[in-house]
């Protein structure tokens, strides 16, 4: 059974090249979002298994998004990613309740597999 992946980020190239290379892995994803309000609605309404979420968002953090999905009860895990390599990043993510951190090119659905398990 494929995991369901709601992608969380600002940039469509992005989200176009991470449905792409995550489907091919066998993720099945059902929905996108630009920023984090609507990243919040729409895990609420497709309720994934996963939220790939960005660091860094048009109208907030990230990370505070993802205390956010924890504090709403989702039973989704949530990876947080970023462009970025900051070598803070997956600290803050677990700091977070994100099951953990996976720079944007090293995205592959094993990267994911690997923080998932």
């Known amino acids: 059974m494929s995991r369901t992946v709601l992608i969380v980020d600002d940039h469509a190239a992005f989200r176009a090249v991470a449905r792409a290379l995550l489907r091919a892995d066998g993720y099945d994803v059902v929905g996108e ?3 984090g309000q609507s990243g919040l609605t729409a895990a609420e309404a497709l309720r994934p298994d996963v939220v790939l979420l960005d660091v860094r968002l048009p109208d907030g953090d990230g990370f505070q ?3 956010e999905l ?3 009860g989702g039973r ?6 970023s ?3 900051d070598p803070r990043y997956p600290a803050r993510a677990l700091d977070c309740g994100a099951c ?3 720079a944007k090119h090293d995205l592959c659905g ?3 597999d690997r923080l998932l398990s």
């Open 83 to 85: 462009s970025s390599d």
């Open 70 to 72: 924890a504090a709403r």
């Open 100 to 102: 953990g951190f996976l």
């Open 65 to 67: 998004i993802a205390v």
């Open 76 to 81: 989704c895990r949530v990876v947080m990613t």
């Open 110 to 112: 094993a990267a994911l």
């Open 33 to 35: 979002a630009a920023d």
